[in-house]
Structures are given as C-alpha cells and as structure tokens.
C-alpha cells in the first residue's frame, strides 16, 4: 500500500522559507513521477513543481525560481523547497505519486504566510 505523508508546512513571513518533505512508503520515488500540488481555498488544485523518474523537473510559472523540487532515494523522501514566499502562496500542499495505475496523494500540509 502506497502512503506518502507531507511535514514541514507552517507560518512564515512573506518573503521567508520553508522545506516541505514527503515520506512515502509502499512505493519507490526515484521509479515514477512525483509532485507537489497546492489547493488554496475556493480554488482548483493546481501543479506547483514535479520531478519525473529520470529527474527532470517542471514547474508552475507562479513559483519558478523560487521553488526547487528534489528526492533523496535513499530516503524514499521528496522535498520543495520554497523561497521568497508570497502571500499568493498560501494554500494546503500536497504530494503526489503518478504511477501508470494509479495516483496517489498524501493528506497535505499548511502553509501560511502572513505578517
């Protein structure tokens, strides 16, 4: 059984930082794609960044240069790492696994930004 389980949401001021981490269990990051999605209230969920298994790397215009997806397949673990935060980023972040057979998400983590 696939589970992957989002930390390291928070406060933080606009223009700070902070490290999203995915743990996933069941399933091997470095053999399917996999991303990081964020639903901000009365909004659709959206793509934020994604690495694929042979590690290339996208991500929404709204965060490039700011964000930075990367793994650790020793860990099994996945990471986004955000910068220069804005208060445009506030939302409920979540990873995401896209196998051939099926998608799976985590239970997604706060983030906050505010002054």
């Given at each position: 059984q696939v589970q992957l389980v989002e930390s390291g949401g928070g406060l933080v001021q606009p223009g700070g930082s902070l490290r999203l981490s995915c743990a996933a269990s069941g399933s091997s990051v470095s053999s399917y794609a996999m991303g990081w999605y964020r639903q901000a209230p009365g909004k659709q969920r959206e793509l934020v960044a994604r690495i694929s298994s042979g590690g290339t790397t996208i991500y929404a215009d709204s965060v490039k240069g700011r964000f930075r997806i990367s793994r650790d397949n020793a860990k099994n673990m996945v990471y986004l790492q955000m910068n220069?935060?804005?208060p445009d980023?506030?939302?409920v972040y979540y990873c995401n696994q896209d196998r051939p057979d099926a998608i799976y998400w985590g239970q997604g983590t706060?983030?906050?930004v505010s002054s």
């Open positions: 220069s935060l804005k980023d506030p939302a706060q983030v906050t």
